[in-house]
């Protein structure tokens, strides 16, 4: 089994910042990339940036300059520095990673149980 836990999530004035974690768990052989995906209230999941293993990364462009993400593949790790932070960022943000599980030639999607972000005006 493979588990994803994110943490960080919290309340924040406009202008303030969060840095969001999630790491993976359990009977992983690899991890190919991983991402960071948000859901606000009455609105559909939607991507906020990902990150391949080798450290390319690609963001909404709702978040280029504000937001980045990084991860350390040693500690299967991944990482959402989010600076300037505004109110239309207040979501559940979710992590997601693409793993190669021990004993099983099969790449599975994993998702956290998701950490709540909210931006105070």
């Known amino acids: 089994q493979v588990q994803l836990e994110e943490s960080g999530g919290g309340l924040v004035q406009a202008g303030g910042f969060l840095r969001l974690s999630c790491v993976a768990s359990g009977s992983i052989f690899s991890i190919g990339a991983m991402g960071w995906y948000r859901q606000a209230p009455g609105k559909q999941r939607e991507l906020v940036a990902t990150?391949?293993?080798?450290?390319?990364?690609d963001y909404a462009d709702s978040v280029k300059g504000r937001f980045t993400v990084s991860r350390d593949n040693a500690k299967n790790t991944q990482y959402l520095q989010m600076n300037s932070l505004k109110p239309e960022d207040t979501a559940v943000y979710y992590c997601?990673?693409?793993?190669?599980?021990?004993?099983?030639?099969?790449?599975?999607?994993?998702w956290g149980q998701g950490t709540q972000v909210t931006v105070s005006s």
């Open positions: 997601n990673a693409n793993v190669l599980p021990v004993d099983i030639q099969h790449w599975y999607s994993y």
């Open positions: 990150i391949s293993h080798g450290g390319s990364t």
